[in-house]
T-cell receptor, first 111, second 116 residues
């Protein structure tokens, strides 16, 4: 069963705008990760946030984590056409040696 | 440094045929995983390995077998392919146990399998 659920399923914006996608999960986690997948390619790790962290930045990416609400958000600032991809959250449950992925958000950034 | 390499990239099978997908990583990672990706379903874990000579079942293991005879290789086998196994298969590896603070996955480019 899927652990993470992303929202929205699809997002269409213009270059320069910010993109926000959300992830909700069901059980206690050790960490939450975000991945990007370009069409026809493998997934690429973007950022990891631990359960005791609330916010993390990496370049134009900002991730927040609210463990009380079991939710996370990924913000991409000043989007570019090259950011067009699917974005997945993945959760690592304490004690399990695997990541469980959500169904993803498809982001389209138009020039 | 190739990272994670999957072969073949594309394959068409008839129902009942068998095949093996090969995953090779050159990062000396202990942990390796096979996922399948289907539209609207995200990625689902088929089998994984925590080291050479070990394998374990994931969420959707039925119809698949795996072997990890060498640390750098993780093989996924379909003994009798079914149309329901039409999917994109991804291999991944990690240096650390992903449940720990900084375990991240490195993915291959995928193997697209069609079963007629």
């Amino acid at each position: 069963s899927q652990q993470g659920e992303e929202d929205p399923q699809a997002l269409s914006i213009q270059e320069g705008e910010n993109a926000t996608m959300n992830c909700s999960y069901k059980t206690s986690i050790n960490n939450l990760q975000w991945y990007r997948q370009n069409s026809g390619r493998g997934l690429v790790h973007l950022i990891l946030i631990r359960s005791n962290e609330r916010e993390k930045h990496s370049g134009r990416l900002r991730v927040t984590l609210d463990t009380s609400k079991k939710s996370s958000s990924l913000l991409i600032t000043a989007s570019r056409a090259a950011d067009t991809a699917s974005y997945f959250c993945a959760t690592a449950n304490t004690g399990f040696q695997k990541l469980v992925f959500g169904t993803g958000t498809r982001l389209l950034v138009s020039p | 440094n190739a990272g994670v390499t999957q072969t073949p990239k594309f394959r068409v099978l008839k129902t009942g045929q068998s095949m093996t997908l090969l995953c090779a990583q050159d990062m000396n990672h202990e942990y390796m995983y096979w996922y399948r990706q289907d539209p609207g379903m995200g990625l689902r874990l088929i089998h994984y390995s925590v080291g050479e000579g070990t394998t374990a079942k994931g969420e959707v293991p039925d119809g698949y077998n795996v072997s990890r005879l060498k640390k750098q290789n993780f093989l996924l086998g379909l003994e009798s392919a079914a149309p329901s196994q039409t999917s994109v298969y991804f291999c991944a590896s990690s240096y650390l146990f992903v449940g720990r603070g900084s375990g991240e996955l490195f993915f291959g480019e995928g193997s697209r399998l069609t079963v007629l």
